[in-house]
């Protein structure tokens, strides 16, 4: 019984998940009481029960599973972390809970589903249960059904999304089981009840009982309301009546509008997009083409077929559909067939939606134009098309194409056009129908109006009435102006019948009238930087009014002499084609026609200075010229003087040659629009005036046609408007009563049309210059102009040519009254006002066909057309035609060179076009963005300037359309994610703000987050650097509040980001009632307002009785509050006494809730602070947090005794701080903070328990702050706390934060008790229970076996420090531990004590007074604070260096202040100087005196075992210098160990390329030392400075006269180099750069001869010890840059040779041989091959092959090199190899290319024919010919003789065969032995590496064989070619017995002909020589060894014997 109730005793936890059921329940009963307890959401507790809430829910005893979801559901519904539960919950609810027998199981199972959709995780609730849906279990399945139908009608379609149900439908009601069917039906109504007929396509496949029996259920849809609400909503419901009252900030949010009414929801939103492109038949288009109508409607009637199955389509390219569509609908004959087509196309934009935009312009100038059908079927289908379409574009985009629709001279096209209008404009928002396009629109349904057609009339009324109801009769009636009073009825009429179907958002904005301030109020966001651009221009040209006589005789061209005919005749002939001139009088009207367009084509290729337009037009006017009978034929003539008045200059003298035939031909109905054209061209070219002048004295008083008369005023109209008036209205009025005179109804029309237009400008008083006219026609006069009254002149679209824009009353005289004033006021930007060119005639159906040609030259020639076609022709016009589809296709050309140039065409197109391109932004910016992916550098960077130029034509705000921006990144590329965003992040600071809807960025939030935490580092970066432009455009709470869906992993990343980007968002202004009064007044200090009361004399207060205000100006000045900030009373006794007797809330909490924050508000204000500094405090935006910080550390130094009154207040408010999630805040308090604690040092205060008790608890969670600033920051505040509080209750506090759960916390306290110990002693600690400081000691002892490593490391500090002051019994007092804790402890106190000893600690404690307070002289303290800091070799897992503290320190004047770590000691810097001389004490002859007998000491780096005595060959030895000089500096080395501090090491690494070479040599030394004790870490942030310097000094030796000094010089920097190579880890980080310049050096010292080193036996073996220090630098450096180095110096050695230097280019060929051996070895992935071949290609491009063939006497052996370099990286990578070529921007530039194709193919070649040999033998046969060409290359600067090459490759061939295997290898052995120069490895690169090694086996079996047999000893001399210069340890015993064996070679004076370093022999790791076969004196060693590093498997220790059996012998015959 007993064992059964143990589980009583256990914690709550434990009895949750015990195996005994009853204690399971007992732990659930327990929880909940538990759970309801816990008033804080994010308490520590809830942490606990996180993992075993799922184990709840499935508890296998119904009883205790019962009780299980209970807690489950307070514990949802109480704690704040619950959400991080809902996947594994839900999934165990759903498997075991949701049909469980007992109802009271299923019922609290559905409510904590709905729990957790109550607290927002209703996305996972509704996955989890549509999983549910799947299972097999019928129960569980209408379960789940019935928890989403009731989760439905609860919570409403906003939060339970219905589209993922909806596919649910047709599966689940056909289910077998009964209960799931009705259960789906109860969701299908409940679905419908809250979105209505949408819910219709998704049963409309159901069975036709089943829709029955549904749609009778079917009650009604709209309006149902949620009745259970998410936790963000249920505030704003409580909330409702004030949340009206508010300005509507966040109705954009659709959480907030959840509370609201269920929305409407667009059936196609719930439809899944199919994708049709795929399955249209491929003769579609071959049919479409076909000359039978059966055909053609046999295709469509397929795609009718394809489109009713989908719906919604898959966005895609169906640029081709459209195409063949629209042709059907434009061209097609058979009605029945455009009718089809123009359904097919309404059903392709219905499906697409946005997405068909990019086609929506095109099509609709299609269809309008198809209007002119009769047939009804026809309109019908045209009508839906067109509608269909109109949601895909705006009236912006279509304006031209309607304007010029109203003007088609059919009247079905105009009614059809006004009707389509009147549609759109119901579907179109208020705002999106600006005054712009309300006057374009208006101006030509005016005109319908008037038209004679009743139809057109009607249709112009209805548009217009439907307008007036979308913008308001007020915005509408000044562009109408004054109708007929049944003109206005009908339009009346029409406005009333109008249904705007769309949400009007105008009210909306109605409710936020305080907008316009705050955008107007942000200089920073860029909505007014268009001001100060726009000012400037219009300043400039409002002077010219004033000028009116130099406006005026500006206005006219140039005259020029006029031509005859002949003459002009005679001139042509040179420039014509001969065929041209008869060709224009032939009476044959074809004849004239070919030769019209043989002229144009000719003229086209003519420049300005070849002709003149004056000898063009007379040309062209040859009879019959201009007045030709042919249609045809003139209008070509009409063209070619287009084209030539637009391309040449055009003076006076040309225009009359034409002028008056182009006006004559006005009236034809064939050439009406072309003479039109050439009107237009002329004025653009020589201003209207002139044009207009001689035109209409021509058509007024020369002819008597009245047509042309009536076109010309109507042109005139339109000109007046597009250019401005700048005429003489007096000739104009002259001209006009002539007209008004006329017979000719039209051409009074056209005049009195004319005069209306024209009072805009002159004013109203114009119709007094008609007062003789009859009373009717001035009537007619009075009414236009009225229309005009209240109108203002449009801006000029245009420019004139040579004329400056002058008001219209200069050319009036004072006969007109100054009726318009601001005509200029407003000046169109210049690219409106140029005359633009149509380029869509210019592109053909031939141009797109060879756009789109198969072949790439083809495709490339039409690309030039259209580029030459844009340049001639620029400014264009925005109508491109077929042009965007075609070019789009080339942007993605497979051709990367044609898709660049497609992308400067697009470029170029958006200059021509300026800011008309915006309406092709959906057509080019996708495929724009997908040029933004590409792989190729050059197309990325070519794709964002283009963007970037429509972005500066059009505006960047126009990109965010469609979601074009979302639809990139979210199906881009890695690469195209980093170019978009840093695009992105380059554009959107400079888009102004609510330029485009939000919603385009929102949506690419999610990516963005994503984005954030990519693989890729710059996709990282990138979307790191994008955070704040979006954040300006969508504020930080948006951004916040989409972290929701961001997975709880990346939260802290995202979170991160945000706060990261919050601080740099631009001020938000005050609100507009307080904005007035704060930003004069801000918070003003005390010391401020005693100076304002000086000024004011103290008398504001009288002045406020004396002259009383309004009651809103008294109110504002009593809200201002000009009292100190914080006020000197006695208040804080009262709250300490308040806060002990418990009357007011304890300033206890894990997190901060409200009640706190009110407590501390109610508090200040009863303290009587200054209420806006108490509203700063408390505001929302952390900015004013700010500002009241900075307001209080300007009040501190002028009112500290106030600060101290209100200490405990002040803190609180910075402790609430501390919780804020904005580091700036959280810095500037800290700031202050310390501002705050050094006046109380100063003032010598004390702070009491109760301030400290509201303070430091908080103050130590601090201290495990992510961010290094903070916690430094912290910590120096609690240095500064010691000094004002108790030492012992700051221990304690300490010792409190040890408990948390945050490791970072417990490290730094750990940090900062450490620091109190050392400091202060063991009294910290205070008396504990056993007497002494033992429990703090067991509790620090125990966190030694802490997880965390840092907190282990701090830990062992604190113990070890105790152990210092304490002595032994610290043992006693930490009591027991593990024996692994025990020992580390040990070890760490063993190493610590090496440093300071104990006495020394001890002397250097501060004691405590009674009260626990230091009682120290402030400059002992000081002393103490900076020796703080560990010493370096003290600690090895923690933090040496102590982080430095906030800035604010050093802003402290006392000298007695706490300087931290970087405060100097001049004492200190004295000793150390002082001590400098008595290092350098050298002994030179104890050191030297063995010095050539001695072998060399091993290095310091590596353990060899060798002797010990100091050797006569180590660079690291001591040079000998002459007795009489000052002993060397580096002698210091010997004597005692240099030592240089990190932070010291670049100085020293600048002193080493110092001209003065002691101080260079001292400076090699510390460096060295620094190596030798192991603190080659420190020094990788520094290598390639080091061997920078280096290569400077041994430039600077090289150049110089050689000595002993250089000498020694010399000596060091070789030993320096050589220490750190050997030195593990270092070498990785030098550069190219570096390494190219240390190679160069060492070889041109190597290659000098006897000038560099000097002469003598030291200079001999400098060159040795050089060879050396350049094997390691080839084995340890960089491989990348190691290989780009050798390649970049034999490029330069080829040409600029030296020569001083003759063996430099030989020396560094066999660096290159060398390095190609090493190759092999080396990690595949460690060479960056791009970087290499890049070089290898500069190599090739600069030397090709014909460079060498062209140069016989140069060898080629460089070229072979780089060669075999490329073979060799080519067998690393394979046919991979290609990949590698993308910084090659060329890659025919060079033969790099075509040898890596050539070696590719030849290795497939070799591994088809490599048979493998059945005995083990290699196969070598297909190695042959490239050993002898590869080994030929390579052989030194003396090639092979013929017969060696031949014996070589035979005897390599018999060896591949098993029967002459054994003798070939001797004989390869012998072969080698005659011919050492020989690099047998060389020519076996290209066999295997079997072979390799059978032959490297072979050859040493021999050598051994001949060994036994007694070889001579000075024969065969062995040369240990092997030396490795790796980390092991018998290594260096080959080169100690070789320079052992030399020393006694010369004092037995045995002369040999090969010694060991003069003929080497070629080992098995064939390490050849580099220099001279011959040894010379002062030379450089014969032999340079550059040897490949083997492991030690590879070595031949048979070798180490020989050479001792030969050092016996040597020392035998000496002594003889």
Same mark, same amino acid.
């Given at each position: ?82 959400? !991080? ?8 609810? $759903? %498997?075991? &809970? +949701? *049909? =469980?027998?007992? /109802?009271?199981? #299923? ?23 549509? !999983? ?8 569980? $399945? %209408?379960? &789940? +059904? *019935? =928890?989403?139908? /009731?989760?439905? #009608? ?23 089981? !009964? ?8 969701? $299908? ?1828």
């Amino acid at each position: 019984m007993e064992d059964e109730n143990e589980y009583k005793k256990l914690p709550t936890d434990e009895k949750c998940v015990h195996k005994l059921w009853k204690a399971r329940v007992a732990g659930y009963e327990e929880a909940i009481k538990l759970f309801n307890q816990i008033d804080d959401e994010k308490s520590p507790e809830w942490n606990k029960y996180l993992g075993l809430i799922k184990k709840f829910v499935t508890d296998s005893n119904a009883v205790a599973q019962e009780k299980g979801l209970e807690a489950a559901l307070v514990f949802v519904e109480n704690c704040g972390h619950a959400g !991080k539960t809902t996947g594994e919950v839900m999934s165990g609810i $759903v %498997a075991k &809970c +949701i *049909a =469980a027998p007992k /109802t009271k199981t #299923k019922d609290l199972a559905l409510q904590v589903t709905l729990m957790y959709v109550e607290i927002e995780k209703h996305e996972v609730v509704e996955e989890e249960l549509i !999983k549910g849906m799947e299972q097999k279990n019928p129960k569980v $399945v %209408a379960a &789940c +059904i *019935a =928890a989403l139908n /009731t989760a439905l #009608k609860q919570f409403g379609n906003k939060v339970v999304a219905i589209k993922p149900m909806v596919k649910k439908i047709p599966i689940l009601l056909a289910d077998r089981d !009964k209960n799931v069917r009705d259960e789906m039906k109860a969701l $299908v109504i409940e679905m419908h009840r809250w979105i209505g007929p949408a819910i219709e396509p998704h049963i409309a496949s159901l069975q036709a009982v089943v829709q029955q029996e549904l749609r009778e259920s079917f009650s009604g849809s709209g309006g149902a309301q949620p009745t259970r609400y998410l936790r963000s909503q249920q505030h704003l419901v409580r909330d409702k009546p004030t949340a009206d009252a508010t300005d509507g900030a966040d109705d954009d949010d659709d959480g907030e509008n959840g509370a609201g009414e269920s929305a409407e929801v667009d059936p196609y939103d719930l439809m899944d997009p199919v994708e049709i492109l795929s399955k249209i038949p491929k003769d579609f288009y071959e049919k479409l083409e076909a000359k039978k109508w059966s055909e053609r409607k046999e295709a469509l009637d397929a795609l009718e077929a394809l489109l009713k199955a989908a719906p919604r389509l898959e966005p895609g390219d169906y640029a081709d559909l459209v195409r063949a569509l629209k042709k059907i609908i434009s061209k097609d004959t058979n009605v029945m067939l455009v009718a089809l087509g123009g359904k097919l196309l309404g059903m392709v934009a219905s499906g697409l939606r946005n997405k068909f935009s990019p086609y929506a312009t095109a099509c609709v100038q299609a269809i309008l134009e198809k209007f002119k059908e009769k047939k009804s079927n026809v309109v019908t289908a045209l009508r839906e098309a067109i509608d269909a379409i109109y949601p895909c574009t705006n009236l912006e985009a279509i304006s031209e194409d309607m304007l010029a629709a109203f003007d088609n001279k059919n009247p079905s096209i105009k009614a059809e056009s006004a009707l389509f209008l009147a549609r759109a404009l119901c579907h179109t928002q208020p705002a999106a129908f600006n005054k712009k396009l309300i006057k374009a629109y208006v101006a030509g349904l005016l005109k319908l109006l008037e038209s004679a057609d009743p139809v057109v009339r009607d249709a112009a009324a209805e548009a217009l009435g439907t307008a007036t109801k979308l913008v308001g009769e007020k915005n509408i009636a000044p562009h109408i102006g004054k109708l007929d009073n049944l003109k206005e009825q009908k339009i009346k009429e029409f406005a009333d019948k109008a249904e705007i179907k769309v949400k009007v958002a105008a009210m909306k904005k109605e409710a936020k009238p305080k907008a316009a301030p705050k955008s107007e109020a942000k200089p920073a966001a860029g909505s007014t930087q268009p001001k100060p651009v726009k000012r400037p221009a219009s300043g400039a040209k409002k002077p010219a009014p004033g000028k009116k006589a130099p406006s005026r005789a500006q206005s006219s061209p140039p005259r020029e002499p006029p031509m005859s005919q002949e003459e002009a005749e005679a001139r042509a002939e040179a420039l014509l084609p001969p065929d041209v001139l008869p060709g224009l009088s032939d009476s044959d009207w074809k004849s004239r026609l070919a030769a019209v367009q043989s002229f144009h084509s000719a003229i086209q290729g003519l420049s300005t200075a070849d002709a003149s337009a004056q000898l063009l037009y007379r040309v062209l006017n040859k009879k019959p010229g201009l007045k030709d009978t042919n249609v045809q034929v003139l209008k070509a003539r009409l063209e070619a003087c287009k084209y030539i008045t637009e391309n040449f200059p055009v003076s006076s003298t040309a225009t009359e040659v034409v002028i008056q035939d182009i006006v004559c031909k006005l009236a034809e109905s064939g050439c009406g629009t072309v003479a039109c054209d050439c009107l237009w061209a002329l004025a653009d070219a020589c201003g209207l005036e002139p044009v207009a002048t001689d035109a209409l004295a021509y058509a007024m008083d020369s002819q008597k046609n009245p047509k042309v008369q009536a076109e010309l005023f109507n042109w005139l109209s339109s000109a007046i408007t597009e250019y401005g008036f700048t005429m003489n209205v007096k000739c104009i009025v002259s001209h006009a009563k002539k007209a008004l005179s006329a017979t000719n109804p039209n051409v009074r029309t056209s005049t009195v049309n004319f005069l209306g237009k024209l009072s805009m400008y002159v004013g109203p008083s114009l119709v007094n210059y008609f007062d003789g006219e009859k009373a009717a026609t001035k009537q007619l006069i009075s009414l236009e102009i009225d229309k005009y009254a209240n109108s203002t002149p449009p801006t000029p679209t245009r420019q004139q040519g040579g004329v400056s824009k002058s008001a219209s009353k200069g050319s009036l005289g004072d006969d007109i009254e100054e009726g318009v004033e601001d005509v200029e006021e407003e000046p169109a930007p210049v690219e409106d006002v140029r005359p633009r060119t149509d380029i869509a005639p210019l592109i053909t159906e031939a141009l797109v066909a060879e756009m789109s040609d198969k072949n790439w030259k083809v495709r490339n020639e039409a690309l030039d057309k259209v580029k030459a076609i844009i340049s001639n022709s620029s400014p264009i016009k925005a109508t491109l035609g077929e042009l965007p589809a075609a070019l789009v296709a080339r942007l993605l050309d497979s051709n990367s060179k044609l898709a660049q140039t497609a992308l400067t065409i697009c470029e170029q197109l958006a200059v021509a076009m300026g800011a008309r391109c915006k309406q092709h932004f959906r057509t080019f910016f996708p495929p724009f963005f997908q040029a933004f992916g590409d792989s190729k550098a050059w197309i990325r960077t070519a794709a964002a300037g283009c963007a970037g130029a429509w972005c500066r034509e059009a505006g960047g705000a126009a990109v965010f359309d469609g979601e074009m921006v979302h639809d990139a990144l979210k199906t881009g590329s890695p690469v195209l994610r980093a170019t978009l965003l840093l695009w992105l992040a380059e554009r959107l600071p400079d888009i102004p703000p609510k330029s485009f809807p939000r919603e385009e960025l929102s949506v690419c939030l999610p990516i963005l987050f994503a984005c954030l935490e990519d693989r890729a580092a710059d996709v990282r970066k990138a979307s790191a650097d994008c955070v704040l432009p979006f954040m300006l455009h969508l504020g930080y709470e948006a951004m916040h509040k989409q972290m929701d869906k961001v997975k709880p992993a990346s939260k802290t990343v995202v979170q991160a980001a945000l706060d990261k980007a919050r601080p740099f968002l631009p001020v938000q202004p005050l609100p507009a009632a307080k904005s007035k009064k704060d930003e004069p007044r801000g918070v003003k200090s005390a010391g401020a307002l005693k100076k304002e009361a000086e000024k004011k004399g103290g008398l504001p207060p009288k002045n406020k009785i004396v002259k009383p205000a309004s009651a809103s100006s008294r109110g504002k000045k009593e809200e201002e509050d000009f009292t100190p900030l914080l006020p000197s009373n006695n208040a804080k006794n009262q709250r300490i006494i308040d806060d002990q007797k418990l009357k007011v809330l304890k300033w206890n909490f894990t997190t901060p809730r409200e009640e706190f924050f009110d407590l501390l508000k109610e508090q200040m204000n009863s303290a009587g602070l200054n209420k806006q500094l108490v509203a700063n405090m408390f505001h929302s935006d952390f900015r004013y947090h700010l500002k009241a910080i900075e307001a209080l550390s300007e009040d501190l130094h002028e009112n500290g005794s106030a600060l101290m009154a209100n200490l405990d207040l002040v803190l609180k408010w910075l402790t609430l701080r501390f919780f804020d999630t904005n580091p700036s805040v959280i810095l500037k308090g800290l700031e202050y903070l310390a501002l705050v604690f050094q006046y109380l040092i100063d003032v010598d205060y004390t702070m009491a328990e109760y301030e400290a008790n509201c303070f430091i608890p908080y103050l130590v969670l601090k201290v495990g702050d992510p961010k290094d600033t903070v916690r430094n920051g912290v910590k120096a505040l609690f240095k500064q706390i010691c000094v004002v509080y108790s030492v012992t209750k700051l221990f304690g506090y300490l010792m409190e934060g040890l408990k948390s759960k945050n490791a970072r916390q417990r490290a730094e306290c750990l940090e900062c008790i450490n620091h109190l110990l050392e400091t202060y002693g063991s009294s910290v600690t205070g008396s504990g229970p056993g007497g002494g400081p033992g429990p703090a000691l067991r509790e620090l002892a125990r966190l030694i076996g802490d997880r965390d490593n840092a907190v282990r490391s701090a830990a062992l500090n604190c113990v070890a420090t105790a152990y210092f002051l304490d002595g032994e019994r610290v043992y006693k007092m930490i009591g027991q531990i593990s024996d692994k804790d025990l020992s580390l402890l040990e070890e760490r106190i063993k190493r610590a004590g090496k440093s300071r000893s104990a006495e020394e600690r001890r002397s250097m404690v501060v004691p405590l007074s009674a009260s626990g307070r230091p009682i120290q002289q402030m400059p002992e303290e000081n002393e103490q604070v900076m020796s703080d800091n560990p010493p370096v070799d003290e600690y090895e897992e923690e933090e040496v260096e102590e982080r430095p503290p906030p800035p604010v320190q050093p802003s402290i004047p006392e000298p007695k202040v706490i300087k931290g770590p970087f405060g100097l000691d001049p004492d200190l810097i004295a000793k150390l100087d002082a001590a400098i001389p008595v290092i350098r004490k050298p002994d030179l002859s104890e050191v030297d005196l063995k010095f050539l007998d001695e072998p060399v000491p091993v290095s310091t780096v590596r353990n060899v075992t060798a002797p010990t005595r100091p050797s006569s060959m180590v660079t690291m030895s001591p040079p000998r210098l002459p007795a009489p000089h000052a002993p060397h500096p580096l002698v210091s080395v010997h004597t005692q160990k240099p030592s240089v501090d990190d932070s010291q090491l670049a100085d020293t690494i600048h002193s080493i390329a110092s001209p003065d070479l002691n101080a260079a040599v001292r400076a090699l030394s510390l460096v060295s030392g620094a190596l030798v004790s192991g603190r080659g870490a420190a020094l990788r942030a520094h290598e390639a400075r080091l061997v920078e310097a280096v290569t400077t000094q041994l430039r600077r030796l090289r150049t110089s006269p050689p000595d002993q000094q250089v000498l020694a010089a010399y000596k060091f920097l070789v030993g320096a180099l050589t220490t750190f190579y050997d030195t593990a880890g270092c070498g990785g980080c030098v550069g190219e750069s570096a390494l190219r310049a240390l190679l160069r050096e060492l070889l041109l010292v190597l290659g000098a001869g006897g000038g560099a080193a000097g002469t003598g036996p030291d200079a001999e073996r400098l060159v040795r010890i050089l060879n050396n220090v350049c094997v390691r630098v080839l084995e340890h450096s960089p491989r990348t840059a190691l290989l780009c180095a050798i390649v970049s110096l034999l490029h330069d050695s080829i040409v600029e040779s030296d020569p001083a230097y003759p063996r430099y280019q030989d020396l560094l060929l066999k660096c290159f041989w060398k390095t190609l051996k090493m190759i092999s070895t080396w990690d595949v992935n460690s060479i960056d091959y791009d970087e290499v071949l890049y070089k290898i290609h500069l190599f090739y491009k600069a030397y090709p092959n014909s460079y060498w063939k062209k140069n016989p006497d140069i060898s080629d052996t460089p070229y072979r090199t780089v060669k075999t370099l490329v073979h060799t990286l080519v067998k690393i990578k394979g046919s991979s190899i290609t990949n590698h070529l993308s910084q090659i921007s060329d890659l025919n530039e060079s033969d790099l290319y075509p040898y890596l194709q050539k070696v590719l193919k030849q290795l497939k070649l070799d591994e088809r024919k490599d048979p493998a040999d059945v005995n083990g033998t290699p196969a070598v046969t297909h190695t042959m010919s490239n050993i002898s060409n590869i080994g030929s290359s390579n052989i030194a600067a003396n090639r092979l003789p013929r017969a060696v090459h031949e014996e070589l490759a035979l005897i390599l061939k018999r060896i591949g065969s098993k029967e002459h295997n054994r003798d070939a290898l001797a004989q390869l052995y012998d072969l080698r032995e005659r011919h050492p120069e020989v690099d047998i490895w060389t020519f076996m690169q290209g066999s295997s590496f079997y072979f390799r090694n059978y032959v490297e086996r072979g050859l040493r079996d021999v050598a051994e064989q001949r060994r036994l047999g007694a070889v001579s000893l000075y024969k065969s001399d062995y040369k240990p070619d092997n030396i490795d210069i790796s980390n092991e340890n018998d290594e260096k015993s080959h080169v100690i017995f070789l320079e052992r064996l030399r020393a006694l070679q010369a004092k037995a004076g045995l002369k040999s002909d090969s010694s060991p370093s003069s003929q080497p022999r070629t080992p098995v790791a064939d390490n050849r020589a580099l220099t001279d076969v011959e040894p010379r004196p002062l030379s450089i060693d014969p032999q340079l060894e550059l040897h490949t590093t083997q492991s030690v498997s590879q070595r031949n220790e048979a070798d180490v014997d020989v050479l001792r059996l030969k050092l016996q012998q040597i020392k035998s015959s000496s002594k003889r």
